[in-house]
């Protein structure tokens, strides 16, 4: 395989296997010589860190037609049937525009207390 050219699934399972085996190699070595135990690697599979790249899109800011083209989902409804919960709801958004606007008129208007906060749903 030449340098620079895309990895198949197989291919890219076998990196990602032998990496995670030096590691934790490296990892036992480390903690022998040190003389404690050594920390046991979490269990990852591949697909693992495709569902740490999509939510890492979303937080971003990208739209579900964008995280749907980079996972190549054949559909945008497939996408969202995977992680609809992570984009912010309608909800959300007029909470934030609400806290932007009126946020400076919150400041100095006196005392918050814990009722205002637990009915808001929000820290003052």
Same mark, same amino acid.
């Given at each position: $395989?030449?340098?620079?050219?895309?990895?198949? %699934?197989?291919?890219? /399972?076998?990196?990602?296997? #032998? =990496?995670? /085996?030096?590691? @934790? =190699? =490296?990892?036992?070595?480390?903690?022998?010589?040190e003389g404690r135990k050594p920390v046991e690697l979490p269990h990852m599979v591949t697909h693992d860190l495709r569902h740490f790249f999509a939510p890492a899109l979303i937080a971003g800011g990208?739209?579900? /037609? @964008?995280?749907? *083209?980079? *996972?190549?989902?054949?559909?945008?409804?497939?996408? *969202?049937?995977? %992680?609809?919960?992570?984009?912010?709801? +309608?909800? &959300?958004?007029?909470?934030?525009? $609400? &806290? =932007?606007? *009126? !946020?400076?008129?919150?400041?100095? #208007? !006196?005392?918050?207390?814990?009722?205002?906060? +637990?009915?808001?749903? @929000?820290?003052?």
């Amino acid at each position: $395989m030449e340098e620079g050219e895309p990895l198949s %699934y197989r291919r890219w /399972k076998t990196e990602w296997n #032998c =990496a995670r /085996k030096a590691l @934790q =190699a =490296a990892e036992n070595a480390a903690a022998e010589r040190e003389g404690r135990k050594p920390v046991e690697l979490p269990h990852m599979v591949t697909h693992d860190l495709r569902h740490f790249f999509a939510p890492a899109l979303i937080a971003g800011g990208a739209s579900v /037609k @964008q995280v749907q *083209l980079v *996972l190549g989902h054949a559909s945008a409804v497939i996408t *969202l049937r995977i %992680y609809a919960h992570l984009w912010p709801g +309608e909800e &959300d958004r007029t909470r934030s525009v $609400m &806290d =932007a606007v *009126l !946020g400076g008129l919150r400041t100095g #208007c !006196g005392q918050v207390g814990d009722r205002t906060r +637990e009915i808001a749903g @929000q820290t003052a």
